[in-house]
């Protein structure tokens, strides 16, 4: 099977000589097969799967791909030469899905709620539920889309997009409950959400992790028989995400959920779905997989039922040796405090050592971002005489909050003192993947491109200490996998030292050699910790969110376990909550 998808984003016939048409052999041996208007359309069944108008246009616009016929049918397509989505994973019990973006997870989603039906690679927008029910007659797919269409299922939709709720309602978070709660139950799921001081608030006030509590809110309020929540951990600290996931399990009868964070899928879902394919082109459900086994082959990058190798290389998590003493220090602070009015940081004396990645872990409002501005020369502590922007110390800085320029993305790169030691198409732009957005404007990429780019422009400069707040935000599980192996790999490769922020907890585990654990009150006063030894300091931070964390045994990926389940008594007796 050969596919053609066109992306009508980057496709500007005005802009180009119309090479496509131009080199195509079909074409110039008078076959009509592309034509051109607002934008190019070729046709499938006339290509012969050369490549040539793949490599000849010059905005990157057309993919070619040829597909085995074990892919299987075609479920939905977005018009001609649109992008192409096989295979539905099993609607039973709680479901998750994984993989990277673009690859038919949201599309998924929409189907299973019925905002879309599938045309099974028909050109029309839509498909018809006649076609539907047909096609999986006899099938649990078949059951669940007879009773979604009879009425007889119901579906709440928690969307991926929360910041545009404002656009949507109007009025306090109390007024948007009302309409949705059919449960009578909005002040009882406020309390456990821990929202319930904000039910007076407008809308348009509340901040990212607030409005992502307050629509999953809305969606455990439905009497709904199946709950769909695309990415309920975007905004939330770690501590939040484990409270959200208890409360989805609490008030949700069925979840199917798509999340990056591995650590709070492997929570939340029964089993997973893989997505593989070509993110923007085309997108495989792999089959139905217990989630254990989902995760570690994905990691692995190996899907063994399917056959297929994902990724080229797997992630791997071995045991970290603590930081040896003998370590060059490459950076030594004293004690220190800030005091911004409102609130206040207080951090003891530490150094960061030669070839380490330094993490630090904490809820959100207690300083983590203010100890890391300091570091970086932005911020003047109040007391104590450390200074990040000496001329001694050269620094890199990934901000939490990633602010877009108007220039090419190219240009940025030019801009910077990249350092003579690496290559950037090896080292920056194939392990990130920015070589396709070099000629964009960074001002119009999306939230992902764009901390790609944040995160490449960080780790290409020559410096000492590379700072990276939150380098996760808006990453796909695929992309936060390649990014947390090349900051490993450049640290250790440059003998200089990486001190990353992170709510994403394998990440953390995979990352740090030391960590960094904030406590305190959130919005008034931080306590940060001395670098401590990441088994120490896990210890530490998994006691105060009380949960413990075990191994798996073939990946040795960090695991949550059930509260009071036999794996999680046994650690807390022995006051042990991260298996090392």
Excluded: W
Aim: proline share 5%.
């Amino acid at each position: 099977m050969r596919i053609v998808v066109i992306d009508k984003s980057k496709c500007v016939p005005k802009k180009c000589a119309s090479e496509c048409l131009k080199f195509c052999p079909v074409a110039r041996g008078g076959q009509t097969i592309i034509t051109i208007g607002e934008k190019a359309s070729i046709q499938e069944d006339l290509c012969i799967g050369c490549g040539i108008c793949v490599h000849k246009c010059p905005f990157g616009a057309i993919s070619v791909v040829n597909l085995p016929e074990e892919t299987g049918a075609m479920t939905h397509r977005y018009g001609h030469n649109g992008f192409s989505l096989f295979g539905l994973p099993s609607p039973s019990g709680s479901v998750g899905l994984l993989g990277p973006n673009g690859t038919g997870k949201s599309t998924l989603a929409r189907i299973f709620a019925g905002q879309l039906v599938p045309n099974f690679g028909a050109d029309t927008p839509e498909g018809a539920r006649k076609k539907v029910l047909e096609v999986y007659a006899g099938t649990e797919l078949g059951t669940h889309f007879k009773d979604l269409y009879d009425g007889k299922l119901r579906v709440a939709f928690k969307p991926q997009e929360v910041t545009v709720i404002p656009k949507l309602f109007t009025g306090t978070v109390r007024d948007m409950l009302a309409k949705v709660d059919e449960r009578g139950k909005a002040d009882e799921v406020a309390h456990d959400l821990g929202i319930s001081h904000i039910l007076s608030r407008s809308l348009k006030d509340l901040s990212g992790g607030e409005l992502q509590k307050v629509a999953i809110a809305a969606a455990l309020l439905r009497k709904a028989d199946l709950v769909i929540i695309d990415e309920p951990g975007s905004f939330l600290d770690v501590y939040e995400r484990i409270r959200v996931a208890d409360i989805i399990h609490k008030y949700a009868p069925r979840v199917f959920v798509i999340e990056h964070d591995l650590i709070m899928l492997d929570y939340l879902a029964e089993t997973v779905n893989v997505l593989y394919g070509r993110p923007g082109v085309f997108g495989v459900v792999s089959l139905r997989k217990n989630t254990r086994v989902g995760i570690n082959e994905f990691l692995d990058g190996f899907l063994k039922a399917e056959n297929m190798r994902v990724r080229d290389s797997p992630l791997k998590f071995l045991s970290k040796p603590s930081s040896e003493t003998g370590s060059r220090s490459i950076v030594s602070f004293p004690d220190f405090t800030v005091d911004l009015g409102d609130f206040v940081l207080h951090s003891p004396a530490g150094d960061l050592k030669q070839s380490e990645v330094v993490g630090i872990l904490g809820r959100n409002a207690l300083g983590k971002t203010t100890l890391v501005k300091v570091l970086a020369g932005q911020l003047k502590p109040t007391t104590g005489q450390f200074d990040g922007a000496t001329a001694n110390l050269k620094v890199s800085y990934k901000p939490q909050y990633v602010e877009p320029s108007g220039a090419p993305v190219a240009v940025l790169f030019k801009s910077i003192p990249v350092d003579p030691a690496i290559n950037l198409n090896r080292d920056i732009y194939t392990p990130l993947s920015l070589s396709h957005l070099l000629t964009r404007s960074a001002s119009a990429l999306s939230g992902g491109e764009l901390q790609r780019v944040a995160i490449g422009l960080c780790l290409a400069q020559e410096a000492d200490l590379y700072l990276l707040d939150e380098p996760s935000a808006y990453l796909d599980s695929e992309q936060r996998v390649n990014t947390a192996k090349l900051i490993r790999r450049l640290t250790q490769a440059r003998e200089k030292v990486a001190l990353v922020v992170e709510h994403d907890l394998m990440l953390m585990d995979y990352l740090s050699d030391r960590i960094m654990v904030f406590t305190g009150q959130p919005g008034k006063e931080g306590h940060a910790s001395s670098p401590l030894p990441s088994s120490k300091a896990m210890n530490l931070f998994l006691k105060e969110v009380d949960i413990t964390l075990r191994r798996d045994p073939e990946s040795r990926r960090p695991r949550i376990n059930k509260q009071d389940s036999n794996k999680d008594k046994e650690l807390r007796a022995k006051n042990q909550f991260y298996e090392a």
